[in-house]
């Protein structure tokens, strides 16, 4: 299957106050979205597996392209997309399941945990928030969080927004305790 990719985003945020606090450390975070055309848009197709084949090099790229980005190491990782209006949500799904997730897992430098998703339909402008995890362990509490992507002119009606985002810590001034990055065993994808 050829996939056309119309565009690329990227949007990057850096904090270093959040409460008055002054964190030693910004919190960057990055998003990188392709713009896809829709092979499946316009019609029901049952077997949607050959976006799921293609995906597997391209999550590998865009994930290469995310942590380039982020300009050091990646601590959580999140995924999602946004299928235009002549689209399905499952159309989205097919181009970041478990594939694409094993190849951002390998541009990141590894990753155990299970990368948190979202996928929706949309109107092009439609702000898509991915959820951030730490990308070893699920249980670190400080790296529940999120970046909201502003997709400018997409999805057109018969595209996908397909999108990967990468942090460098968790949120600042996190304090509910629990497990800490710096105590990560990362052998079984939870702690």
């Not at 850096?14 to 019609?43: D, T, W």
């Not at 694409?100 to 990368?115: Q, S």
């Not at 502003?150 to 629990?178: K, Q, T």
């Amino acid at each position: 299957m050829e996939i056309v990719v119309r565009g690329w985003r990227t949007q990057i945020t850096e904090e270093r106050v959040n409460e008055g606090q002054v964190a030693e450390v910004a919190l960057r975070k990055v998003a990188v979205a392709a713009v896809i055309e829709n092979p499946f848009a316009g019609s029901y197709v049952e077997d949607l597996s050959a976006a799921v084949e293609w995906s597997s090099a391209f999550g590998g790229q865009i994930g290469a392209m995310a942590v380039a980005a982020l300009g050091e190491p990646a601590q959580a990782y999140g995924k999602g997309g946004i299928a235009g209006i002549n689209g399905a949500q499952e159309h989205v799904v097919a181009f970041i399941t478990t594939p694409f997730g094993n190849a951002l897992r390998e541009a990141v430098g590894g990753g155990k945990a299970w990368i948190s998703s979202t996928s929706i339909v949309g109107v092009a402008g439609t702000p898509l928030t991915l959820p951030l995890a730490h990308k070893d362990a699920l249980y670190v509490r400080n790296n529940y969080d999120a970046v909201t992507l502003f997709p400018g002119d997409a999805p057109r009606p018969d595209e996908v927004v397909v999108a990967v985002a990468v942090a460098n810590r968790g949120r600042l001034n996190s304090r509910l305790g629990g497990l800490v990055a710096e105590d990560v065993l990362g052998n079984n994808g939870l702690t």
